[in-house]
Each structure stands twice: as structure tokens, then as C-alpha cells.
């Protein structure tokens, strides 16, 4: 039974439901419209005269008459002349009513789910981080959103921008398979050249992410039987989404450059491969193994997935070419990121590949969701078009590079018996542990002392890989606290090791 609103309740509600970054006036509004749909304000019902509600909430009575005029304006309130005003019948009219189950309907047996699914996805190893991971004080997360180095400003400019009555005339349709020609003409023309990737429009699909990209590409292509190649330590989500179309998963192994070239590559399909950082050991593959890897590729006719993330964050100032920039018969299907570097909630990726493929991809999309939100990609086409999207690259790259610096530095003075892979770029490193310090128990006792981390165990196709590893991420804890927090880590391993227990003499 909904309780009827009366005297002090009225704060508590604006408490409760209304969020702290909207004006007042927006708070008492969301706070009335909570009321009305949820039943405690019946349709029909008066609401109290401005004077009072100001006074029950301890504000000016303006704000409430202001609030009270939007709600009659969009149909929540009526307005009754030397009454006051009610809460409109007409709009909750269109709403279906509550129904109680008959108590006489017999019970049936709950449907065993687990019998019907064809596959299990909740069983993948997978990378799991907590949701309230911003709390810690240590958070050595890889990919994680830095409000400190978001242009807030930017892109608030942008979003205004693509709100004109023009731009939504152009974004607000149902655009079917298309996607914003002014953003395809932004990557095409701005991002891929950076890269040294020249691509028409046909050439290219706009996804949700790189993730989509991956998962679309394997819906097309992948199925039983199929030879898929993966680094091996390798990006998990890859892995998983391969060995859910049933494809024989064969692990490659990485070295210091990358992905190891061998003619045993010949006998894939597909190879997966991460060359401008590593997943996820971030070292980068240098140009003569690419140029082996290629011409491999064109004598064997097997195809290569090329996931570029982070090669915008590069330490040097001079990135390699990609992979796809050598490619000249579509031997190479180019996956990117537009949000990895900007904001991974944007959830905006490309796909660059042959246009037969492309063809093909737009029409498995238009299944699974139409398109990406014509919104978003307007927003970030003009946040390209204006320079802000290059002046924030270079941001991103100086503060990961003095983080990354930062880094290696406490690594070395807090935690010399860890081994870490050389890295020019991106927001983590790779650390080795000695041999008896598990990462998943590393894990949990860091966590216990306010230090995130990833352990490695999952990047590896086998369960047990024998060698123990965590990835630090430093793209999202600020400068100041890397230092205390590899020093705290630190104190964990060491306590660990020192907790060993002793060997046996036989």
C-alpha cells in the first residue's frame, strides 16, 4: 500500500530521490515526477500550494511556482483556477494497471534455464574489476575512466554543438545500416592517417566499441573448424568470443617484439594480433616483423585480425605504421577505439576491411542494433573536426608517459625482485612476480590495504601458465599516489615471501 504524502515527508522525498547536480529547481521537479509515477501522488489528486511545498522544503516559493509551471507544461499537473493544481489524470490513463495473480492459478514447475542455453558465457575467464573501483585509493586498473585528464568543457562544446536544430534535423532519424558521414569523414581524413591507413568510406563501419568490431567480425567469419591464432599471453574477450563460434584456438607465443612469426602460422585461418601494444604485456611489434608477419600472410592466405587499441599512446612521439598500413590485397582486418583514450563509456570503434566485408558487416549490425548512437557520433566527429580530440591525445600521452616513468621508478626501488617488461606506450605495465607469490592471493591482500590490481593468470589460455604475472595499469590513478601505492604492493609481496614455507631437506 503506497503511504499519501503529508508535511515532512516532502523533504525527505527531495532527499531521497532527487540527484545533488541538478538545480533546485530540477530537484523538486524529478522529486514531484517520482511521486506522481510511483503511485504515492494518485491521479486526481491535489498537490500543495506553492507557499506551503516552499515552506515544508525550506526554500524560495518562486522555485516551486517555476517547478510547478514545467509540470503543468508537459502534462504531469493541471492547473484549476482558485484551486490549485492536480495531478493530471490523462497521463497516467495510458498506463497499464496493476493486476493481482489469481490465487487460484495452479503452480508450475520453474523452467530449468541452465538445460535450455547453448553456451555459458558467465563460465569465460574473463577480466573482472570492481564496479566501486574509483573508492580505492590505489586503483592500478588498466582502462579505467581518468575524470582528471577528461575535457570536460570539449566535449560538453561538442554535445551543444550536434544539439542544433540542424544537427539533430541530421542524427535524431533512424539511420537503419548508415553511419554519420561527417564522423567517417573525420577517421578516414584525421585519425587513420595518423596510423599511416589511407580508407574510403566504403572501407569502413562504424561499431560500439572495439569489442563489437571483434564480435562481429567473428559472427561472419568464425565457426567450427576454423584455426584461430591468439597471442598468448592474449586479450581474454578475444579468446572467449573465438571459442564461442567453436573455433580451434591455437596459443602463440610473444616475445619482447610482439608476436612470434614462425611457419607454423601457416596452418591458421585467422590470426589475432595485438602489434602496437601487446595484450597484454605492451611492448610494440617493430616494423621488419610486421613486414614478415605480412608477407607470411599473403603466401599462406590466411588473414589477419588486427586490434590496434592504444596506438594513439605512444611514449616516443613516433608510433610505428600499423600493420594495415602495408596492406595492400584487404589481407588485414584493422580494428580501433575513438572512446579507449577519450572516455571507455562512449563506446565508439571502426572497423577498416575490404567492402565486400564492410557490406556484410552493416547488415549483421542492422540485426543486432541498427547502429551506434547517431548522438555520440555526431558529438564526437565535430570534438575531432575542432582539434580537440588531437590536443587531448597529446595530454594523455605526457601524463601516461610521467606516470609510466613514475612507475618503473617506484617498481625498481620498492620491488626489485619483480621483473618488468620494457613498455613505450600505453596506460600498463607487465610485472613477473617471484615464483611463490600467487597474483590471485597477491590480489586479495592488496586489496585488503587499498591496492587494485590485475592479476595475469587470465591472459593466458591455460588456467595454470606455470609463471606468475600482474598487469598495473596507471591510466587512471593520478601521479601523486603511485609511489605509496607500489610501495604498499610491495610490502604485500614481500610479506608473502617471507611467509613461504621452508623447503624440505627430504
Known amino acids: 500500500m503506497v503511504q499519501p504524502l503529508q508535511g515532512a515527508m516532502w523533504k525527505q522525498l527531495l532527499q531521497r530521490s532527487a540527484r545533488e547536480n541538478l538545480t533546485l529547481q530540477g530537484r523538486i521537479r524529478e522529486m514531484l515526477v517520482s511521486a506522481i509515477l510511483d503511485g504515492q501522488l494518485k491521479p486526481g489528486a491535489p498537490v500543495p500550494s506553492s507557499r506551503e511545498l516552499a515552506t515544508e522544503l525550506g526554500v524560495g516559493r518562486i522555485t516551486v511556482v517555476l517547478a510547478y509551471q514545467q509540470l503543468a507544461d508537459e502534462g504531469y499537473l493541471e492547473s484549476r483556477e482558485r484551486k490549485g493544481h492536480f495531478v493530471s489524470a490523462a497521463l497516467l490513463g495510458q498506463r497499464a494497471q496493476t493486476r493481482t495473480v489469481p490465487e487460484d492459478l495452479p503452480d508450475q514447475p520453474a523452467i530449468a534455464w541452465k538445460k535450455r542455453l547453448c553456451q555459458h558465457p558467465s563460465l569465460q575467464r574473463s577480466i573482472v574489476k570492481p564496479f566501486n573501483w574509483q573508492k580505492s585509493p590505489y586503483p592500478f586498473l588498466y582502462g579505467q575512466f581518468d575524470e582528471s585528464l577528461f575535457p570536460t568543457a570539449a566535449w560538453r562544446e561538442c554535445c551543444l554543438k550536434a544539439l542544433s536544430v540542424l544537427d539533430i534535423r541530421d542524427w535524431a532519424p533512424d539511420q537503419i545500416t548508415r553511419d554519420d558521414e561527417s564522423l567517417v569523414e573525420q577517421i578516414c581524413t584525421r585519425v587513420l592517417p595518423r596510423r599511416g591507413v589511407w580508407a574510403t568510406p566504403d572501407q569502413l563501419i562504424i561499431t560500439v566499441g572495439a569489442q563489437h568490431a571483434l564480435y562481429m567480425v567473428a559472427d561472419l567469419l568464425v565457426r567450427e573448424g576454423i584455426r584461430v591464432g591468439i597471442e ?9 568470443i573465438f571459442t564461442s563460434r567453436n573455433a580451434e584456438i591455437t596459443p602463440l607465443p610473444v616475445d619482447d617484439n610482439g608476436l612470434i612469426v614462425h611457419d607454423g602460422l601457416r596452418d591458421h585461418d585467422y590470426l589475432y594480433t595485438t602489434p602496437s601494444h601487446q595484450c597484454p604485456t605492451g611492448v610494440t611489434m617493430p616494423l621488419h616483423r610486421r613486414e614478415e608477419l605480412l608477407r607470411l600472410a599473403n603466401a599462406s592466405n590466411l588473414v589477419i585480425i588486427e586490434d590496434d587499441y592504444e596506438s594513439e599512446n605512444n611514449f616516443s612521439g613516433n608510433p610505428i605504421p600499423a600493420l594495415k598500413s602495408l596492406d595492400r590485397n584487404h589481407r588485414v582486418i584493422y580494428i580501433g577505439s575513438l572512446s579507449k583514450s577519450l572516455a571507455p563509456g562512449l563506446r565508439i570503434g571502426y572497423i577498416v576491411a575490404a567492402p565486400e566485408l564492410i557490406i556484410e558487416l552493416r547488415a549483421l549490425r542492422r540485426l543486432m542494433l541498427r547502429h551506434p548512437s547517431s548522438f555520440i557520433q555526431r558529438s564526437l566527429s565535430l570534438f575531432i573536426s575542432l582539434g580537440y580530440n588531437d590536443a587531448h591525445l597529446k595530454r594523455l600521452a605526457e601524463a601516461q608517459k610521467e606516470r609510466g616513468t613514475l612507475m618503473l621508478d617506484a617498481l625498481a626501488r620498492h620491488a626489485p625482485q619483480c621483473k618488468v617488461t620494457p613498455f613505450g606506450g600505453g596506460g600498463s605495465c607487465w610485472v613477473q612476480l617471484p615464483d611463490h607469490v600467487h597474483p590471485l592471493e597477491l590480489a586479495e591482500r592488496a586489496a585488503a590495504r587499498g591496492v587494485l590490481i590485475e592479476p595475469g593468470d587470465v591472459f593466458f589460455q591455460a588456467e595454470d601458465p606455470g609463471r ?17 601505492g607500489i610501495a604498499t604492493l610491495a610490502e604485500v609481496i614481500t610479506d608473502m615471501q617471507n611467509r613461504r614455507p621452508p623447503i624440505s631437506n627430504g
Not at 598468448?232 to 572467449?240: E, F, I, K, S
Open 232 to 240: 598468448n599471453p592474449g586479450y581474454p574477450d578475444a579468446r572467449n
Open 468 to 484: 606468475h604475472f600482474i598487469r598495473l595499469g596507471f591510466q587512471s590513478i593520478t601521479a601523486r599516489v603511485i609511489e605509496e
